[in-house]
């Protein structure tokens, strides 16, 4: 995969295109990159990122609670919590699980 640094910002690249998931990524500024993960029956995003180029700051901004299970640190979400911010998760989309990591 080629690195984000040589992109211009606003150029956008696919990173996986599979039959469960499409993922890419587009150049936002010169210290950022937005990843979006799209569900390829529909086109529908269902998870999008914003992630540091040179740091490994990573903040989920949206993740579609219809097309993913999502738990922290592998239990259930409870009420009020939220999978969003600046965090690390894994996000399996062959059995469609988020994992948010504190």
């Known amino acids: 995969?080629?690195?984000?640094s040589t992109l211009a910002i606003g150029e956008k690249r696919v990173m996986t295109d599979t039959s469960f998931i499409k993922v890419t990524y587009t150049r936002t500024s010169d210290q950022f990159l937005?990843?979006?993960?799209?569900?390829?029956?529909t086109q529908k995003l269902v998870l999008k990122c914003k992630a540091g180029i040179y740091t490994a700051v990573v903040e989920?901004?949206?993740?579609d609670n219809s097309f993913?299970?999502?738990?922290r640190n592998g239990?259930?979400?409870g009420p009020g919590e939220s999978v969003t911010g600046s965090l690390a998760f894994d996000a399996d989309p062959r059995i469609r699980?988020?994992?948010r990591k504190d």
Do not use: Q, S, V
């Not at 995969?1 to 984000?4: D, F, I, N, V």
């Not at 937005?34 to 029956?41: A, F, L, Q, S, V």
């Open 75 to 77: 239990r259930p979400l």
């Open 1 to 4: 995969m080629e690195h984000a």
């Open 34 to 41: 937005t990843i979006e993960y799209r569900d390829p029956g």
């Open 60 to 63: 989920l901004e949206y993740a």
């Open 68 to 71: 993913w299970t999502i738990t």
């Open 97 to 99: 699980t988020l994992n």
